[in-house]
């Protein structure tokens, strides 16, 4: 198993030139509440970081010891927003949106997933996003975006991830009650 320092200086490699390349009203104050513990815990090797931008809802850049790493976050799909020569998705500014309030300058565990690998084919390294919360313990973010309907269950390739079954119930669960893109969209 990796050290920390290891999986930092290892991420530190992986990012150096990696680039990255609407519909009606939000319910995102009310998703925000202060989170509380998820009471889930990672259950891959995880390195800490602070989100520096996000992106879209489904990649941001989260700075690891002082490096710029560009995530692309394992299970979740969000509608485009920043693609180029594609339009933007319903409920795309949503999904970017409640990514930009949950997680811009906060404090963060990317968990990494054997399964899935690094990186993607754009480069960008793959993980799930836990959020350090003030009062101890941790949220996963992508498991939250999927509950709320913010993003979709998605997997990538053959190999299912490790969170697949939880990620899966939450869409499910999303969709019979009508949250986010799924009563918008």
Known sequence: ???ARTLAAFLVVLSVGSGVAG???SALSAVLAPPSDSGLRPKGQ???GTVERVVDGDTVHVRVEGQDVT???IGMNTPET???DAPIECFGPESSEFAKASLTGQPVTLEFDDSQGMTDKYGRTLAYLW???PAGGRRLFNLDAVSGG????RQYGATPYAWKGEFAAAQRAAQEQDMGLWGAC
């Open 131 to 133: 959020q350090d919360l």
């Open 23 to 25: 519909c009606g009203g």
């Open 1 to 3: 198993m990796r050290s």
């Open 82 to 84: 920043v693609k180029p």
């Open 150 to 153: 913010y993003a979709y269950e």
């Open 71 to 73: 995530v692309r976050m």
């Open 46 to 48: 995880t390195v800490s």
